[in-house]
C-alpha cells in the first residue's frame, strides 16, 4: 500500500510539472500572448503572497505595507541597471542585492513595532507602505535620484550572460517568445521560494513563529526569544518582497510609485487570507485567483452586458471591481478560512464554531 501511494504520488509530481511546462504554449493558443504576460504577473504575485504568508500566517503579525518592499526591491534593480546611475550590474548580483536592502528595511520596520499587536501594528505598517511610496516620489531634489514620479525607464532586460529573456530565442526547433520565457524563469523563482517556505514552515523558527501567533504571552513563558523570532519574519518576508520587486523591474523596463499604492498591499493580503492563511497552498492557490480573475472579469464584463443588454451600460472597469468585491464576498462567506486553509486553522475555526455553539446552548438554557 505504501509502494502504491507513493508511486501515486510520483505520478501527480510528473503530471504537474509536465502542465507547467506546457501551460504557457496551450495558454497561447487558447486565449493570446496577453494572458501568458498574466501568468508570468501571477507568479510574481505568489513570491510576494508566500512572503507575506511568512509575517500574516505563520507569525500572525498583520502588515499592510508589504508593498514597500516590493519597491525596494524594483528600484534598487531600477538604479543598478538602468542609465539612471549609469550602472548595469547583471541581474543575478542584483537580485541578492536587493533582497538585502529590502530584508534591512523589514528589519527598520520590525525593530520599533515589536510590542504592537493587531490594529496598532496594522496602522504602523499601512503608515510605513506610503512613506516608503511618497519618499520614492519625492527623491528627485535636491539630487535627481528616483526622478520623482516620472519613474524610471530604460531598465536593463532579465539576462544571464548573453541570452536575454526579452528577446525571442528558437531552442530545440521550439521559438520561445519573451513572455514564455520570464515565465519558466518566474517559476523556477517561484518554485525556489516554496521550496524554502516549506522548509522554514516545519523548522524550529517556522514552530516558534506559530506559537507566537497562537499566544504570545505563552511563547515567552516557554524560553521563546519572541523579540527576535519576529524581527526575522519581517525580515524574511522582506527578502522575498525585493526578489519579486527585482524581477518586476526587469520584466516591465520601468518603475514608477504608482506601481506600489495601497490597493497592491491589500491585494497581496487578500491572496493571503483568501488562499488559506499559513498555507502554502493555499496562497498559490490564492494568488493564481486574484490575479487572473480580475482580468477576466475586465475581458468578460464588456461582452457579457452587450449579450444580455445590446449595449455597455457600465464601464468594464467598474463593472470588474463590482463582480470581483462580490466573489470575495461570497468566497469570505462559504469559506470564512479561506479556499485552501491549513489544518490548524480549520481546527481552530471548528473549535471556535463548537465554543460559540456551546455559549448560545447555555444562553437558551438559561432563558428556558
Known amino acids: 500500500m505504501r509502494k502504491n501511494i507513493k508511486y501515486n504520488q510520483i505520478l501527480i509530481v510528473l503530471a504537474l510539472a509536465a502542465l507547467l511546462l506546457a501551460l504557457p504554449f496551450v495558454t497561447d493558443e487558447l486565449l493570446g500572448r496577453g494572458w501568458v504576460r498574466i501568468l508570468d504577473f501571477a507568479l510574481l504575485f505568489i513570491m510576494l503572497a508566500l512572503g507575506l504568508n511568512i ?26 541597471a538602468s542609465p539612471q546611475l549609469g550602472l548595469h550590474l547583471p541581474f543575478w548580483i542584483i537580485l541578492p542585492i536587493g533582497a538585502l536592502i529590502a530584508g534591512l528595511f523589514g528589519a527598520l520596520l520590525g525593530t520599533p513595532t515589536l510590542k504592537l499587536r493587531g490594529d496598532y501594528l496594522a496602522i504602523v505598517t ?52 519573451s513572455v514564455h520565457q520570464h515565465y519558466y524563469l518566474f517559476l523556477a523563482l517561484t518554485l525556489l521560494v516554496i521550496f524554502v517556505s516549506s522548509r522554514l514552515q516545519y523548522s524550529r523558527i517556522g514552530r516558534a513563529w506559530m506559537a507566537i501567533r497562537e499566544d504570545e504571552v505563552a511563547a515567552a513563558a516557554m524560553g521563546i526569544n519572541t523579540r527576535n523570532i519576529k524581527l526575522l519574519a519581517f525580515v524574511m518576508g522582506a527578502s522575498f518582497g525585493g526578489v519579486a520587486g527585482g ?51 475586465r475581458n468578460g464584463a464588456g461582452p457579457l452586458q452587450q449579450w444580455l443588454l445590446g449595449k455597455v451600460i457600465i464601464d468594464p472597469e467598474s463593472m470588474r471591481m463590482l463582480m470581483f468585491g462580490v466573489a470575495l464576498i461570497l468566497v469570505m462567506l462559504w469559506r470564512p478560512a479561506g479556499l485552501w486553509p491549513s489544518n490548524v486553522r480549520r481546527r481552530e475555526l471548528e473549535a471556535d464554531d463548537g465554543v460559540a455553539h456551546q455559549e448560545q446552548e447555555s444562553v437558551y438554557d438559561a432563558k428556558r
Open 126 to 177: 499601512l503608515g510605513f507602505g506610503e512613506i516608503i511610496r511618497i519618499f520614492l516620489n519625492n527623491l528627485n531634489a535636491p539630487v535627481n535620484i528616483t526622478n520623482g514620479a516620472q519613474g524610471i525607464s530604460q531598465i536593463d532586460a532579465l539576462s544571464i550572460g548573453d541570452f536575454y529573456f526579452s528577446r525571442s530565442h528558437e531552442i530545440f526547433g521550439i521559438n520561445f517568445h
Open 247 to 297: 524581477l518586476f523591474a526587469g520584466f516591465q523596463g520601468f518603475v514608477s510609485p504608482e506601481s506600489f499604492s495601497l490597493m497592491e498591499s491589500i491585494m497581496i493580503l487578500c491572496m493571503v487570507v483568501l488562499g488559506g492563511m499559513g498555507n502554502i497552498g493555499g496562497v498559490v492557490l490564492g494568488g493564481v485567483l486574484l490575479v487572473i480573475l480580475p482580468e477576466a472579469f
Open 55 to 80: 509575517v500574516v500566517g505563520y507569525a500572525g503579525l498583520l502588515d499592510l505595507g508589504y508593498v514597500a518592499f516590493f519597491a525596494v526591491g524594483a528600484y534598487t534593480y531600477a538604479l543598478l
